[in-house]
């Protein structure tokens, strides 16, 4: 009798360890399961989307001054440069240089086409409020270049 309880006591003590045993190797699956997924999803996201499917980044400016090299040529040759160049340019007007975007800015037809709903500039649409505004700091900071 006193033979058999210590059996079974030895018993329940196997089976607690299996059932550690199983938790850590289910903690290990999970952990392991975790960390593929987590690598697969990012090499998928990397490599499913084509570069020209990412729409360039609007041009932000984190507390930085507004410049016409840093904020507004990129701008201008995204979404103008298109129609607005070249020896033939849309409207005769030409944007291709410092002087030729200031001089539209400083008439105000830029900023008023640009900020126009109706009759917008780029024509295909309203560009974001973000990249209008950075017009408005450029001539507020007195039309810098560099
Ligand atoms: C798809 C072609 C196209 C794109 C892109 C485009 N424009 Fe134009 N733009 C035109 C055409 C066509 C006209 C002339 C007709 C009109 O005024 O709507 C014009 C006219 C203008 C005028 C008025 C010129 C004047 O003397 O009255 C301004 C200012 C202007 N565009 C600015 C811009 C700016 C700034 C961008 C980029 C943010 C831009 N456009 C992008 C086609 C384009």
């Given at each position: 009798m006193g033979d058999e309880s210590s059996h079974g006591s030895l018993k329940a003590e196997?089976?607690?360890?299996k059932i550690l045993m199983m938790k850590k190797t289910a903690i290990?699956?999970?952990l392991?399961?975790?960390?593929?997924?987590?690598t697969i999803l990012t090499s998928c996201t990397k490599g499913f989307i084509p570069e020209d499917d990412i729409t360039p980044n609007p041009?932000?400016?984190?507390?930085?001054?507004v410049t016409y090299q840093?904020?507004?040529?990129?701008?201008i040759s995204n979404s103008c440069i298109g129609c607005h160049g070249g020896s033939n340019p849309e409207g005769n007007l030409l944007l291709e240089s410092y002087t030729q975007v200031r001089s539209a800015t400083?008439?105000?037809?830029l900023i008023q086409r640009i900020n126009d709903a109706t009759d917008p500039m780029p024509t295909s649409g309203l560009l974001?409020?973000?990249?209008?505004?950075?017009?408005?700091?450029?001539?507020?900071n007195g039309y810098l270049e560099n």
């Open positions: 196997m089976s607690i360890f290990v699956y999970f392991l399961l975790t960390f593929f997924t987590a041009p932000t400016n984190p507390g930085g001054t840093t904020h507004i040529s990129s701008v400083e008439n105000g037809t974001p409020a973000q990249t209008r505004a950075l017009f408005d700091e450029w001539v507020q």
